[in-house]
């Protein structure tokens, strides 16, 4: 019998709650060490990239075999780097799992992770509406449903984690990465980003906190800037969102950001990594790295020497697995702890976490298979369908709740949507006609797919022009050259167009792509707020040729963050917004184009009126608004929360349960909201808190709660808010976070420029300490009315 065969019949005798400890006792150093990273087999390293400078880092002159002579911790995308038939796909995780399991002595096969920001990042798997568009809707629970079905996809595939969702709070709507946020309150971001967790993790994926923590504050919006962030704005902003979830919903990981926050990059920060997520907050899960995130504190951080300087220092601090492939964690690492750099005590703790995870996900267990549940379908292995028609359904609701109907004004005497009668349409603009309109750069088809054009793309995306063909038949087409760049003569053309018909569709906005691949995306970052390109110019001269020859003019934004639209707004009858709104995004637009779907999203994000005035969110001091010390005027076109729709709602009998309350206690808010129109709907009731006289500078007004109220036409519902008084908390002059007595203002509001209702709650008794068991959320029961 070999040394392996009797190390692994010996493992199969030992109690399941002994496991761990017995392979932490017998495994070699080499044998814990390879536990702790991945390998990327299929990576480029000449072509374009899909990670941070991967062409200098992914490269591994090692073979397989010797890869996983000693074990290994991860698989890296297996179905997420190259166009790859599921099946395939799947044949090839099984092989290499069994050849894991056969070559070292505990026969432990990997932990294969994939990323699933908008949907599972494989070919022809689903494309969902990015992050940002999760935000729009304001309904946490469709969210949740999205992650269900992608993580029964990735279980059923073999996979085990999910490098999902972005906790990132937008602090800059220059950066590229936007697209990937829910949106710039910490309490938006919080809520749906706990639903998406909460729905992966029922299916048994590891779900993946990132990017801890400030990555969205990089200096001017650019992507791996150093934050310039105090810790007050750090605990107040960025951190809830990242507590909200490991509280509430559980997930079992974090992924360390890429950034330095004051001078510490993240990988390299054990206050953060253990300090504060382990220690204080109690997180038992793993902490791995953001792609050659461990190699940066060497490459790009400057604050480790090599590579075997940065193992110890990220190991130190509390990563436990390199990604996506070994750089460090391998024999750089072994030389440094065998000099005496570090105690092979540390790497104990980190293979401690990384075992009891891979037990949790069953890859312990005496019966795993390595063949993947899906080969086993009674369909056969070669029909692996990962876009069925229920993903379509809910792909498509959830873009049509995303959608924003930023304005509609008065055309031939009624608002110019829903398009009644059409007439002659056209469909302008640089992505009139392009499928690629829908996707945001985590997608596969634009994360890995463009850079294989000889590869179809897995899915059916219409476009918007391809849709109102189908609906309307006869539609005037004309392509205005792209995103980045259009000629004299293309815009003629479309000029041409917009005259000649009744109603002209202008589509505007962003292409997602990588590292200078595109307007949108990781590496994408915008020097200004202006719509990319010639758009500007574009709209400018189209929407002055709909005016001269009086076509009805829609003008539609798909982008992965908003842009700068005041000289637009009183010229356009009507402005759509989109985030990326995924595979059925164009059938949405025109369900909402139309009426057949009442738009119901609202702002993740404010529009700005001008390209200048960044950076800037709606959660801002005071001083950081309009005043008569500056001349600048940052206030948005369209701010936070604000959303039309073709009905009308009015909220009314507004109530507050007390006018005070103690540091410890709550009140409840009430209000009726009413359709006053004459066609079912949704709106989205907003609470904002205002803190007048704080002990230090406090927001103007941060949302604290929300509610989605569907109604139908002359229905009414009430809505209650139970505000507790930790609800007000902050991070106050001692740096820790406070209750404190005194003066709040709740506003009762449907965007965060209109308020419906104000309350004024006095809070007394002593200035209370909140620490991570305070009262994150805020309760909210919609009660209909007969």
């Known amino acids: 019998m070999s040394t392996g065969a009797a190390d692994q019949q010996a493992l199969a005798r030992v109690p399941a709650s002994d496991v761990v400890e017995h392979l932490i006792r017998e495994m070699t150093l080499e044998e814990k060490l390879a536990q702790l990273a991945g390998v990327w087999v299929n990576a480029s390293t000449d072509g374009d990239s899909v990670a941070p400078l991967q062409n200098q880092m992914a490269g591994d002159a090692r073979s397989w075999d010797e890869m996983i002579a000693d074990g290994l911790g991860q698989i890296t995308r297996m179905y997420g780097t190259v166009p790859l038939e599921p099946a395939e796909g799947a044949r090839r995780l099984a092989a290499a799992q069994e050849q894991i399991m056969a070559a070292s002595r505990f026969g432990i096969p990997a932990q294969v992770h994939e990323e699933c920001l908008a949907g599972l990042a494989a070919w022809k798997a689903t494309a969902f509406p990015v992050p940002l568009a999760w935000g729009a809707t304001f309904n946490p629970s469709l969210v949740q449903e999205m992650a269900t079905r992608i993580g029964a996809s990735m279980r059923s595939l073999g996979v085990h984690q999910g490098l999902a969702p972005v906790l990132d709070v937008v602090r800059d709507l220059r950066w590229g990465r936007v697209e990937e946020t829910i949106g710039e309150d910490p309490y938006l971001v919080g809520t749906v980003a706990t639903a998406y967790v909460q729905g992966l993790e029922s299916t048994g994926i590891v779900a993946t906190l990132k990017h801890f923590v400030g990555y969205s504050a990089s200096q001017a919006g650019r992507n791996h800037a150093p934050v310039s962030m105090g810790p007050r704005e750090l605990a107040d902003v960025m951190l809830p969102p990242f507590e909200m979830a490991i509280r509430h919903g559980a997930p079992r990981s974090v992924m360390h950001a890429y950034t330095d926050v004051d001078g510490v990059p993240a990988a390299a920060n054990r206050a953060l990594l253990t300090g504060l997520l382990r220690e204080e907050w109690g997180f038992t899960g793993t902490v791995v790295a953001d792609y050659f995130g461990v190699a940066f504190l060497d490459v790009t951080h400057g604050v480790a020497a ?234 400018d001269r189209i929407l002055v040729s709909c005016a001269e020859s009086g076509t009805r003019a829609v003008v539609v934004v798909l982008s992965g963050r908003p842009s700068a639209l005041g000289d637009f707004t009183d010229r356009a009858d009507a402005i759509v917004q989109g985030f990326f709104p995924g595979e059925e995004g164009a059938e949405a637009l025109w369900d909402v184009l139309t009426g057949v779907v009442n738009p119901s999203g609202k702002l993740p994000v404010s529009v700005p009126r001008s390209p200048g005035g960044q950076p800037g969110t709606y959660l801002h001091s005071k001083l950081a608004g309009p005043s008569g010390v500056s001349a600048l005027d940052p206030s948005p076109l369209f701010g936070f929360g604000h959303g039309l729709s073709y009905t009308t709602f009015e909220l009314t009998g507004h109530q507050c349960s007390a ?56 229905a009414s519902a009430v809505v209650d808010f139970a505000v507790h008084a930790d609800r007000t908390s902050f991070t106050g002059l001692d740096l820790q976070r406070v209750v404190t007595p005194g003066l709040v203002k709740l506003h009762v509001a449907t965007s965060s420029t209109a308020d419906a209702q104000t309350h004024e709650v006095i809070l007394h008794g002593p200035r209370r300490v909140v620490g991570f068991e305070r009262e994150m959320l805020t309760p909210v029961e919609v009660r209909p009315l007969p």
């Open 659 to 714: 006018p005070t309350m103690s540091t410890s206690d709550s009140v409840t808010v009430s209000c009726t909201v009413t359709n006053t129109g004459s066609r079912g709907g949704a709106e989205i009731v907003q609470l904002y808190l205002e803190d007048p006289v704080g002990e230090v500078v406090r927001p103007v007004r941060e949302l604290i709660g929300y509610a989605r109220v569907e109604l139908e036409a002359g």
């Open 306 to 539: 090599d590579s075997g300087d940065a193992a110890v220092l990220a190991l130190g601090a509390g990563v436990d697995v390199e990604l996506p492939t070994v750089n460090c964690f391998g024999e750089p690492l072994l030389r440094r702890i065998r000099e005496g750099a570090l105690e092979e005590s540390v790497v104990d703790e980190a293979l401690r976490r990384v075992l009891r995870q891979k037990a949790e996900v069953g890859l312990l267990s005496p019966d795993f298979s390595p063949v993947p549940a899906v080969l086993s379908d009674p369909a056969g292995p070669d029909v692996i369908d990962l876009d069925p028609a229920p993903n379509r359904s809910l792909a498509r609701e959830l873009a049509a709740q995303s959608l924003v109907l930023l304005s509609n004004r008065k055309f031939d005497r009624a608002p110019a949507l829903p398009l009644g009668h059409v007439g002659s349409l056209g469909v302008v603009g640089p992505l009139a006609d392009d499928p690629f309109a829908m996707l945001g750069c985590y997608s596969f088809d634009a994360h890995v797919g463009a850079s294989h054009p000889e590869v179809p793309m897995g899915i059916s995306v219409p476009s918007v022009a391809g849709v109102a063909s189908e609906r309307f038949g006869s539609v005037a087409t004309s392509v205005t050259g792209n995103c980045e760049a259009a000629t004299e003569e293309q815009i003629a053309e479309a000029c041409q167009v917009a005259a000649s018909v009744d109603t002209c569709v202008v589509v505007v906005g962003d292409n997602a792509g990588l590292f200078g691949r595109g307007t949108s995306g990781e590496g994408n970052d915008a020097a200004d707020l202006r719509l990319p390109g010639d758009q500007h110019r574009m709209l």
